[in-house]
Antibody
Framework: QVQLVQSGAEVKKPGASVKVSCKAS????????MHWVRQAPGQGLEWVGW????????NYAQKFQGRVTMTADTSINTAYMELSRLRSDDTAVYSC????????????WGQGTLVTVSS | SYELTQPPSVSVSPGQTASITCSGDKLGDKYACWFQQKPGQSPVLVIYQDTKRPSGIPERFSGSNSGNTATLTISGTQAMDEADYYC?????????FGGGTKLTVL
């Protein structure tokens, strides 16, 4: 069965960087895009960007360009999202989600990783 | 930037039909998806490509998309359907989410 298992919660200081991992199993990792979505406490869903694990191609939401880097290690079926120059308003649950089909619908999601930015 | 607008809340009585709308400029020219999210849980895809249901999603969930509005319809709403619902679409190679609608079953 398809599973996306993310790394554990992180606490970071403003200005620092965080790297969240998402280990995929139960399907061909290189056959699907991987998206990252975040949700601040009590707020809605916000798309961060996606990566094509096969080609390494990425597309980031304009809001995060210059601060986010998405990578994938196909040898261990794991995707990563690194966010730099963290601010307090980056405090959120960050989730990976598999994109399937021509419209890249998000059919499987990771359990989410809480990133807390606090001095 | 492209925006999707949803009503903050919708209420429905058990067994009745709930409709949640999602509005965006020429949204009908794009594909819309819908997600259900219960407290403390990850979102679940309930509708994709406007009208398709993933495996395991009950038939009471249906979708439509035309003009500027996509609609999620839940027929015979059950207490277990109480959740937040988000619409989503693609615009210029970027993903956009609606602000979310809290569905209350009372």
């Amino acid at each position: 069965q398809v599973q996306l298992v993310q790394s554990g919660a992180e606490v970071k200081k403003p200005g620092a960087s965080v790297k969240v991992s998402c280990k995929a199993s139960g399907y061909t990792f290189t056959g699907y895009d991987m998206h990252w979505v975040r949700q601040a406490p009590g707020q809605g869903l916000e798309w961060v960007g996606w990566i094509n694990p096969n080609s390494g191609g990425t597309n980031y939401a304009q809001k995060f360009q210059g601060r986010v880097t998405m990578t994938a290690d196909t040898s261990i079926n794991t995707a990563y999202m690194e966010l730099s120059r963290l601010r307090s308003d980056d405090t959120a649950v960050y989730s990976c989600a598999r994109g399937v089909g021509a419209t890249s619908a998000f059919d499987y999601w990771g359990q989410g990783t809480l990133v807390t930015v606090s001095s | 930037s492209y925006e999707l607008t949803q009503p903050p809340s919708v209420s429905v009585s058990p067994g009745q039909t709930a409709s949640i709308t999602c509005s965006g400029d020429k949204l009908g020219d794009k594909y819309a998806c819908w997600f259900q999210q219960k407290p403390g849980q990850s979102p679940v895809l309930v509708i994709y490509q406007d009208t398709k249901r993933p495996s395991g999603i009950p038939e009471r969930f249906s979708g439509s998309n035309s003009g500027n509005t996509a609609t999620l319809t839940i027929s015979g709403t059950q207490a277990m359907d109480e959740a937040d619902y988000y619409c989503q679409a693609w615009d210029s190679s970027s993903v956009v989410f609606g602000g979310g609608t809290k569905l209350t079953v009372l």
